[in-house]
């Protein structure tokens, strides 16, 4: 089966301070990717990073990275200098082909406050 | 702004009511989805269109009704909803292929009397 799991329902960071975001997986497959999405009270799903399993280099982006452990299955987010916009529902998700079509898997979500 | 536009952003109806949700991107991406996402939780995948094909249907009752009359848009037909209903349907589109991400909308908030 393929899952995607956050540990953490919520977490909370001082601004500027850094945050670390976790996420655990299970796939049988070789090849594959993987997405953090933020989604603020406003409601749209928004990409933050992304990881192609085959590449070995953490993906960056700006003030969020990633750690990467293939082999233990993990995809960690890590978001550096927060700031008061990057308080948000916080997704980790894994795409997956299915009927021919690509196909998004979606951890439970960790609920991120940047307190002042 | 928003590269995937739905119409309406809320939307009240009545157990017996027709309505239609609607979606529109205009980036030439060859897939569509529905998402159901209810409060605090992940978006739950209803419906995928690749190439103006149903791909996947999630096992979703057929009072939700899809339909994507082309390549820039896609329909939810919503009929005899349940207050089970009530939820966050979010539109999302993509090139289909693993690497490249899904660009969502802002979604239709559905409350069902």
């Known amino acids: 089966a393929q899952t995607v799991t956050q540990s953490q329902p919520e977490m909370s960071v001082q601004e500027a301070e850094t945050v670390t975001l976790s996420c655990t997986y299970d796939t049988s497959e070789s090849d594959y990717y993987l997405f953090w999405y933020k989604q603020p009270p406003s409601r749209q799903m928004i990409l933050v990073i992304r990881q192609e399993a085959y590449k070995q280099q953490n993906a960056t982006e700006n003030r969020f990275s990633v750690n990467f452990q293939k082999a233990a299955k993990s995809f960690s987010l890590k978001i550096s200098d927060s700031q008061l916009g990057d308080a948000a529902m916080y997704f980790c998700a894994f795409c997956i082909t299915q009927g021919g079509s690509e196909k998004l898997v979606f951890g439970k979500g960790t609920k991120l406050t940047v307190n002042p | 702004d928003t590269e995937v536009t739905q119409t309406p952003k809320h939307l009240v109806m009545g157990m017996t009511n027709k309505k239609s949700l609607k979606c529109e991107q205009h980036?030439?991406?060859?897939?569509m989805y529905w998402y159901k996402q209810k409060a605090k939780k992940p978006p739950e995948l209803m419906f995928v269109?690749?190439?103006?094909?149903?791909?996947i249907n999630e096992s979703v009752p057929s009072r939700f009704s899809p339909e994507c009359p082309n390549s820039s848009l896609l329909n939810l037909h919503l009929h005899a909803l349940q207050p089970e209903d009530s939820a966050l349907y979010l539109c999302?589109?993509?090139?289909?292929?693993?690497?490249?991400?899904?660009?969502f909308g802002d979604g239709t908030r559905l409350s069902i009397l």
């Open positions: 980036m030439g991406h060859r897939a």
């Open positions: 999302a589109s993509s090139q289909d292929n693993r690497l490249q991400p899904q660009h």
């Open positions: 269109y690749s190439y103006e094909k149903l791909s």
